[in-house]
């Protein structure tokens, strides 16, 4: 824009409006163009005035009319488009999701069509199982209670006339009958006891047991229990103690069921105490409770074991545990009687420390508890040390009194002993009883003691101990015990030069003919099944060494042949020591119990002085020194025709014709039958 006047141009000054947008004019100065951008659609007059710097604006003015057309997007028809677009896109869009929604919702009602009818397929079928399950828990609870009833009534007519023998009421036995019918007796209370835990488990199961309970002295029951425990201790040689940090501790309960508890928990403690240990129990108050502690410096409790020891018929798989005999029923029926009286039961251990079990019963308020025992003085009990007289101190006086001692006979106890012992037993044939039941060795033992001396061990690798120390003449052993079973028993014998020459005679509970053929391919020589009669016992061991003594005997009497020339002039040259263990052996070519003890004493020699000699001049020890000599002793035997492979064997002092093919095989690289052939 411009001003039509040219005279003094410089000083001219203006201003515009824009109307439809400004209000107020808008001071330009000497700029002569105005710009305006993103005008909203409308009609707009642009208006300018001029003035010469005095101030004095013109009237006159140039409007100049501006129509801005709107956008497209920006016109109502668009508005009404878009408008229209957004209602048709809802609305196919709520169609759409209406039918997805329609979809699904038939899906979703045809599967669960479907899983309706499983589950109430899935139900019926849990219905006749839970029914079926039930009736079998019923079942077996009746069988339970029937079964043991019926073992009750014959445990009675044993368990009757057993103690009037015992006691001696009609008449005293011999001490040997006397330690038999005693072993006896502890068996059938044993299972006696054994019994009556199925019954209460079955009782418990039903909810047909309960409670006779009454306030009780909790204190009191649990020392008269611990008592119970004294001749176990002292024989055993375990320390046993009692401490009550209260003097009554009052609880609601049936005394007969808490005894039971309490008997369970010290039987477990002296089952698991070595010698030398100890079983402490403890009485106090906690919290409102009593609390019971029988805390035991036994074998412990692996961790992954602890929580299960109270599950039913559960029993921790270590040769520990495996040593001593139990059902898995007692301590799970502990926990639930304790449970019954509204208490707890609980257990913590660590192994090769010992564990402790805890009973916690509610005590009762002072005037609930009463006077359940006037006469006793008030005074509380300390430890209680177990001693030969076992006495109890009492803290306050200071006084002391002898505990009541009451027998009794606890699972894992000492074997029983036997009552007679020949004068001349030591130069009686050995036998060795390998059992890891006591009283099944103290049983054996009794059968074979008027014949025979018996030696013992608890299970198969003290029984391979005690048959190196002792080389007895027969070997009995049972298949089934800890560390090393029988069958392994069998082999390890058979594959030591010292023992292998040692009848064997397995008993097992296993009666398949797969099990006796293992025991016989182990090396054993004889396989007896249990129960087992004493008669047929005795009579097969004393068979099977008389054989071996009548075989030996035979080829004393029949001789050996001296070694020929020939075979001497072959022989490389030898030292003066081994020339005379050579003569010492073929001396006793024929005795099967020339061992290396009775070779050392031929060349006096102690047995180390002899191993060391022999270690050194021939890389051998004693044992394969007096096998070598045997076995090429039997080679020049056969060469020369003396006899068959079997009377070669057992003239050169094997009991054994597969250790004698086995040893000839080391030695020669061929069977002996092989020297016969090539002979031929």
């Not at 100049?64 to 229209?84: D, K, N, Q, S, Y």
């Not at 182990?522 to 047929?536: E, H, N, R």
């Not at 020049?636 to 003396?642: F, H, I, S, Y």
Request: glycine share 8%; aromatic share 6%; net charge negative.
């Amino acid at each position: 824009y411009t001003s039509p006047s040219f005279v003094s141009p410089a000083h001219l000054r203006f201003r515009y409006r824009l109307d439809g947008l400004h209000s107020d004019w808008i001071e330009a100065g000497t700029r002569r163009t105005a710009f305006f951008t993103n005008l909203p659609p409308g009609r707009y007059t642009f208006r300018v005035a001029v003035t010469r710097g005095d101030g004095t604006w013109t009237e006159a003015e140039a409007p100049l009319p501006i129509l801005v057309e709107p956008r497209a997007h920006e016109t109502g028809w668009f508005r009404v488009l878009l408008a229209l677009a957004l209602v048709l896109a809802a609305a196919g869009l709520w169609s759409w999701r209406a039918r997805l929604l329609r979809e699904r919702a038939r899906e979703l009602e045809r599967i669960v069509w479907e899983r309706t009818a499983e589950l109430e397929h899935e139900k019926e079928i849990t219905a006749r199982q839970a029914s079926a399950l039930a009736e079998l828990d019923r079942a077996k609870g009746r069988f339970f209670a029937n079964i043991t009833h019926e073992f009750r009534t014959p445990l009675t007519l044993i368990l009757g006339p057993l103690r009037d023998l015992t006691v001696g009421r009609h008449g005293l036995l011999p001490a040997a009958v006397h330690a038999q019918h005693e072993m006896m007796l502890r068996n059938a209370r044993r299972l006696l006891r054994l019994i009556n835990q199925v019954l209460d488990l079955a009782r418990l199961e039903s909810g047909g047991l309960t409670l006779d309970a009454a306030p009780r002295d909790l204190v009191e029951l649990a020392l008269a229990t611990t008592r119970s425990f004294t001749p176990l201790a002292e024989r055993r040689g375990i320390a046993l103690a009692f401490h009550a940090e209260e003097d009554r501790l009052v609880t609601n309960l049936e005394a007969e069921q808490i005894e039971k508890v309490l008997l369970n928990l010290l039987s477990n403690a002296f089952k698991f105490t070595e010698p030398g240990g100890r079983v402490e129990v403890t009485a106090a108050a906690q919290g409102g409770e009593a609390v019971i502690e029988v805390r035991d410096t036994g074998v412990g409790i692996e961790p992954g074991q602890l929580q299960r020891v109270f599950d039913r018929f559960y029993q921790a798989d270590t040769s520990a545990t495996r040593r001593h005999e139990g059902s898995g029923i007692g301590l799970s029926l502990a926990k639930e009687l304790v449970e019954l009286h509204g208490g707890t039961l609980s257990a913590r251990s660590q192994p090769g420390e010992g564990s402790t079990f805890t009973i916690r019963l509610p005590l009762l308020a002072a005037a609930e508890a009463g006077d359940t025992h006037p006469g006793r003085d008030g005074t509380s009990r300390a430890w209680v040390p177990l001693d030969s007289s076992m006495r109890i101190r009492n803290r306050d006086a200071g006084a002391a009194h002898p505990l009541v001692e009451r027998e009794l006979h606890a699972n894992g106890g000492d074997p029983v002993e036997a009552a007679v012992r020949e004068p001349d037993e030591a130069d009686r044939t050995t036998v060795l009883v390998v059992d890891d039941n006591a009283d099944i060795r103290a049983y054996v033992r009794v059968v074979l003691t008027p014949g025979f001396r018996v030696v013992e061990a608890a299970d198969g690798e003290e029984g391979l101990e005690r048959a190196r120390e002792a080389l007895p003449d027969l070997v009995l052993a049972d298949v089934m015990m800890p560390r090393l079973d029988g069958i392994g028993l069998a082999r390890a014998l058979r594959g030591d030069p010292a023992t292998d020459c040692i009848p064997v005679i397995l008993l097992t509970a296993r009666a398949e003919a797969g099990h006796e053929v293992e025991g016989h391919g182990a090396g054993a020589d004889d396989y007896i099944t249990k129960p087992f009669d004493s008669s047929v016992l005795e009579a097969r061991v004393a068979n099977l060494i008389a054989s071996r003594r009548r075989l030996r005997e035979r080829f004393r009497q029949e001789g050996v042949p001296a070694p020929t020339a020939a075979s001497a002039e072959a022989a490389p040259a030898r030292s003066e020591m081994e020339e005379q263990l050579r003569a010492a052996v073929e001396a006793n070519l024929t005795d099967p119990d020339f061992n290396p003890e009775a070779l050392a004493d031929a060349a006096d020699l102690s047995y180390q002085q002899l191993y060391r000699r022999l270690r050194e001049e021939l890389d051998a020890t004693p044992s394969q020194f007096i096998r070598t000599v045997r076995v090429e002793r039997a080679a020049e035997l056969l060469r020369d025709g003396a006899g068959s492979v079997t009377e070669v064997a057992y003239s050169v002092g094997f009991n054994s014709l597969s250790h004698f093919n086995r040893c000839f095989r080391e030695r020669f690289g061929a069977a002996p039958s092989e020297s016969l052939r090539t002979r031929a």
